[in-house]
């Protein structure tokens, strides 16, 4: 299984890689580059391999892993599991394509640290919601003299909106807090709709990630991933 792995030549002017002593440097570039380096970012490693392939005793790999996770905030490792979680590996590997994502939620139904699945799961919702509110922009930034914004809405707008749906989210019925609410256009920005108040409903965050492909938002559900569960 023959494959590459990129690393962005910023890594070694990283503000918060200069911080790490030469071992964590030495294992984070491991934990980027090894063998069983997957789409998702989550994959299973002991700690022998990584203290066999990195040359650097146990006792030290493990203290090192400890340091990576609760000092610099760049890695989740869990002891049962054996599985590493690269936090920001979504941000430098992920694509938007159909198939990619469809790859990524075998894998992530396959991690079987629970915290680390919903971890995954919540990147993957606000990595396709964001993705679709740009594409939003882009066509709002091309028809702007005729067409309203969604981020033009005022906040008494919203309120109202909040207020004549009952705090709930109209499409499953749950209620804040229990959910993040946020306003959907009955007819996209993109395809027209406006900010009239007949064009204006009340969505939690999670309905709203899984609007544009209902399909990934099913799968997300079906593997435990729900919104707002973890940060
Ligand atoms: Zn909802």
Known sequence: MAQYRQINTGFWKDTKIEDFSVNEKLIYLYLLTNSLTNMCGCYELS???????????????????????????VILYDRNTKEVLVKNWWKYNWTKSPRFIEGLLDEIKQVRAEDFRIFLGNKLADFLWESESETHLDEHLEHSATRGRRTDLSPSRRMTVFERDN???????????????????????????????????????????????????????VIGCERGQVD
């Not at 005793?57 to 990576?68: Q, V």
């Open 47 to 73: 700690l022998r391999q990584m203290s066999y392939e990195t040359g650097i005793n146990l006792d030290a790999t493990s203290a090192n892993l400890e340091r990576l996770s609760a000092v610099h905030d």
């Open 167 to 221: 705090y709930t989210c109209q499409y499953c019925g749950r209620k804040a807090p229990e959910v993040v609410l946020e306003i959907d256009h009955i007819v996209p920005v993109a395809k027209g709709g406006g900010n009239e108040i007949t064009n204006l409903a009340t969505i939690c965050r999670e309905c709203n990630a899984g609007k544009s492909d209902r399909n990934t938002k099913k799968k997300l559900v």
